[in-house]
Nanobody
Framework: QVQLVESGGGSVQAGGSLRLSCAASRYTDRRNFMGWFRQAPGKEREGVAAIYTGNGNTFYGDSVKGRFTISQDNAKNTLYLQMNNLKPEDTAMYYC????????????????????WGQGTQVTVSS
């Protein structure tokens, strides 16, 4: 099990940017998936972005494509989410998660495929 700690959330106006960080407590397997998820009040948790740590391939939810970028720094055991052109509908608690190797692309953004979760960091975007 790996412990994950998110940081970098905050309040911004629409059109602004934030960068979220997720520090892992230990080296993570270079053949697994890590992802960012979000949950707004009264809504289900949804996948935002995922990365295959083996080769750095990235995957995004349709609502954030072209605005968000997921990346990793293996030397620091840290996952990032750069969020640009933020919109009020991006307001949510954001979580990072680590999971095993996922064989099917349909699984990459499914929360129930990930095992270890951080405590979350709040992002609020005002119009």
């Amino acid at each position: 099990q790996v412990q994950l700690v998110e940081s970098g959330g905050g309040s911004v106006q629409a059109g602004g940017s934030l960068r979220l960080s997720c520090a892992a407590s230990r080296y993570t397997d270079r053949r697994n998936f890590m992802g960012w998820f979000r949950q707004a009040p009264g809504k289900e948790r949804e996948g935002v972005a995922a990365i295959y740590t083996g080769n750095g391939n990235t995957f995004y939810g349709d609502s954030v494509k072209g605005r968000f970028t997921i990346s990793q720094d293996n030397a620091k055991n840290t996952l990032y989410l750069q969020m640009n052109n933020l919109k009020p509908e991006d307001t949510a608690m954001y979580y990072c998660a680590a999971g095993p190797y996922l064989a099917y692309s349909a699984w990459y953004l499914l929360p129930n495929k990930y095992n270890d979760w951080g405590q979350g960091t709040q992002v609020t975007v005002s119009s």
